[in-house]
């Protein structure tokens, strides 16, 4: 992993920091693809798509009636018409996705166990254990 190389983060609150997190998530899911590393891929994938999905903005309810379309229904028209600005998440919220993440895949490793799939479990586990590695300053 190369999240200790990058150093720790100047202020843990600014989306400087956040981007710098993403990308050195993405760095890494790109070096675990070359590596074959099957649990760190699975895990920086399901986490950066959850980081996306959170900084997507919700659709609007309805389009005012003077930006319609005539030809179809509810559809909006003109330049930029489908553009949306997305969120834009802290460093700290994207770490709280992050321990969400994790603590969804300790929780079904316990439930794993549980049922006798102990190969299951650790995978899961050595999921956690990469997101978690993102954690530490």
Same mark, same amino acid.
């Given at each position: 992993m190369t999240a200790a190389a990058a150093g720790p983060p100047t202020d843990p609150g600014t989306?400087?920091?956040?981007?710098?997190?993403?990308?050195?998530?993405?760095?890494?899911?790109?070096a675990a693809m070359k590596a074959r590393d099957r649990e760190v891929v699975s895990a920086l994938r399901t986490a950066l798509a959850a980081i996306?999905?959170? #900084? *997507?903005?919700?659709?609007?309810a =309805?389009?005012? /009636? !003077?930006?319609?379309?005539?030809?179809?229904?509810g559809a909006r028209s003109g330049v930029g018409s489908a553009e949306a600005v997305r969120r834009v998440l802290s460093a700290e919220d994207v770490r709280a996705l992050?321990?969400?993440?994790?603590?969804?895949?300790?929780? #079904? *490793?316990?439930?794993?166990?549980? =049922?006798?799939? /102990? !190969?299951?479990?650790?995978r899961l586990r050595r999921e956690a254990d990469a997101l978690a590695a993102y954690l530490t300053p």
């Open positions: 989306t400087e920091d956040a981007q710098a997190l993403r990308s050195l998530m993405r760095a890494d899911l790109r996306d999905n959170a #900084e *997507a903005v919700e659709a609007p =309805a389009a005012p /009636a !003077d930006q319609g379309s005539e030809h179809v229904a992050l321990r969400e993440q994790i603590t969804e895949r300790r929780t #079904e *490793a316990g439930g794993y166990e549980t =049922a006798g799939r /102990a !190969d299951a479990a650790d």
